[in-house]
């Protein structure tokens, strides 16, 4: 009997070993060209323990913070996030204590980046998305725009009454957090919250790492699935900025 139950714990180590090398390999950031983690003539890169940021050297319009989903390398939204920079935004990706914004979503608050007032947009990716829909709940006047990227949350908590631009951003082809979910929760969310479905896209294409367990084929690449992202950010923003400055001008 202890033998069986040698080998039975014995199996168990490797199998728990084994799911860990998967996982660390899955959402091992790839396919992108590091030279954006480099200083160029338009933007500034700082890596840190705390931060990826990506600052553009002429005027910032505004600043973008960005909650990697669970157990992701932070480093695979760094196409996303240099291409908001090259339009103009400042933008910084959280790097979670152990790759889970569980344990680090308030981190833009206690360490003070919150300098501007009420002029940020927080972007989040699966659970990166619950947790920054958790940090508007929990400071209502903090954010102006909340964009959720591939992620059924808010789940729990009900953000209909907060006065906030919402963007949700999710694929077709999604198998972690399918459409039909996504549009389920669709009452927690102000009524003026946007949707946007991209055609042919997964889960795990919002950002650039390996094929997450669970999600489906995409029809698109990985690079049209970002321009489109990135699309879709740009035209949100720009249509809050201009509608502010309609409503200063009454």
């Known amino acids: 009997m202890k033998k069986i139950l040698k080998i039975f714990g014995a199996a168990w180590v490797i199998i728990g070993i084994s799911f860990f090398l998967y996982m660390f390999s899955t959402f091992k950031a790839r396919g992108f060209d590091k030279s954006i983690l480099k200083n160029s003539p338009s933007i500034e890169v700082n890596i840190s323990d705390e931060h990826i940021s990506f600052v553009p050297k002429s005027i910032t319009k505004s600043t973008i913070f960005f909650f990697p989903g669970a157990l992701v390398d932070p480093f695979a939204y760094s196409p996303l996030c240099f291409e908001l920079a090259k339009n103009g935004y400042k933008t910084i990706i959280v790097r979670m204590p152990w790759r889970m914004a569980t344990k680090g979503y308030n981190l833009i608050k206690e360490q003070n980046l919150l300098t501007d007032k009420g002029n940020y947009t927080l972007i989040g990716h699966s659970q990166g998305g619950k947790m920054a829909g958790q940090f508007v709940y929990e400071n209502p006047k903090a954010i102006k725009n909340l964009i959720l990227l591939g992620t059924t949350h808010p789940r729990d908590i009900d953000l209909s009454d907060l006065n906030i631009n919402v963007l949700k951003i999710y694929g077709s082809n999604d198998g972690v957090a399918s459409p039909e979910k996504i549009?389920?929760?669709?009452?927690?969310?102000?009524?003026?919250?946007?949707?946007?479905?991209?055609?042919?896209?997964?889960?795990?294409?919002?950002?650039?790492?390996?094929?997450?367990?669970?999600?489906?084929?995409?029809?698109?690449?990985?690079?049209?699935?970002?321009?489109?992202?990135?699309?879709?950010?740009?035209?949100?923003?720009?249509?809050?900025?201009?509608?502010?400055?309609?409503?200063?001008?009454?």
């Open 183 to 250: 549009k389920e929760n669709k009452s927690r969310l102000p009524l003026n919250a946007a949707f946007f479905e991209i055609n042919g896209g997964n889960h795990s294409q919002f950002g650039y790492y390996g094929h997450q367990m669970g999600d489906h084929a995409a029809n698109i690449t990985r690079d049209e699935q970002l321009n489109i992202i990135v699309s879709e950010i740009l035209e949100f923003l720009k249509s809050h900025v201009t509608e502010q400055n309609q409503l200063s001008a009454l």
